[in-house]
C-alpha cells in the first residue's frame, strides 16, 4: 500500500509539475529558438539514454527513472509543439464553411508534423522495449500519446469546453477547428475506454508483488485516471487554469474570460433568430 500511495503522489506531482513547466517554457521569449529547443531535445535525448539503463532493472527506483524519462520525451514533443516548430503545414484558421471530410482533412494538416512525431517515438519505444523487463518508460509514452489523441479527436467532434488556456497567442488558429456547441458520442467511448484501461492498471497494481512493479502499475494507473480527468475538463464548466493558472499568467486567462463572455453574448443574441 505503501509504494502504490508513493506512486500516486508522486505521479500527480510530475503531472502537474511538469504541465506546467512545459506552459512556462513555451511562452518564454529568447534571442533564438535554438536557445528552447536545444535544451529540450537534449532533454529527451537524456530521457532515452535512462530507458535504456533502466529497461532490465525493475526496482523502485529504475521504474520511477523510466517514468520520468518517458515524460522527459513528452515533454520535448510538447515543447516544439507549442513553440510553433513542429505542428502541420496548415497555420491558418479553418474556413467557416468546411465540414465534414474537407474540416477533417484540414484540421489534420494543421497538426500532422507533430501527430506523425508522436506516432513515430512511441513506434520507436515499442520496438526497442517492449521485450524489456521495466516496460513502464514505453507503457506510460503510450498511454500520454493515446490520451492526447482521444483528446483531440474529442474536440475535433465535439466538447464544449474544449478550448484551452494552455495554448499560447501563436496557437490560436487551431481553436478554429475545434466544436463548442455539442458533446459527440466519441466523449463517451472516450471515457469508458480509458476507464476500463484504469480499472486493468489498478488490478495489475493490487496483485503485483514487488515494490518495483507495484509502483509501476500504479504510477501508470494514477495516470489513466489524470486522462480521465482531463477529459472531464472538456465538458465541464472548469478551465485548466484553475490547475496551471500560475503557467498560464493573468492576461491569458483574462483574455480567454473575455472571449468567454464575447461567446456567451454571440448566443444570447442569436437564441431569438434560432427559435
Known sequence: MV???AAVVFAVLAWWLSTGAVIVIARVRVAHWLYVVGPAAALGIAGLIVLFVTADAVSAV?????????????????????????????????PPDAQGKDRFRLAFAAVRDHELALFATAAVLVVLFAGATNPFGWLIFALMWLMRLMTKLNVFLGAPNAISEILPRRMDYLTSYFRTDRVHAFFIVSVAAI?????????????????????????????????????????????????????????ETARFAETDASNTKDKKAAAPALS
Open 195 to 251: 476507464t476500463c484501461l484504469f480499472t486493468v492498471c489498478v488490478y495489475m497494481a493490487a496483485t503485483a508483488v514487488s515494490p518495483g512493479m507495484i509502483a509501476g502499475w500504479s504510477l501508470v494507473a494514477t495516470f489513466a485516471f489524470l486522462g480521465l480527468v482531463e477529459h472531464l475538463f472538456l465538458v465541464l464548466p472548469i478551465r485548466d487554469s484553475a490547475l496551471w493558472g500560475w503557467a498560464v499568467g493573468r492576461g
Open 62 to 94: 529504475a521504474v520511477y527513472g523510466a517514468f520520468v524519462a518517458a515524460l522527459a520525451i513528452w515533454a520535448f514533443h510538447e515543447i516544439t509543439f507549442l513553440l510553433g516548430h513542429v505542428v502541420g503545414p496548415r497555420r491558418e484558421p479553418c
Open 3 to 5: 509504494h502504490a500511495l
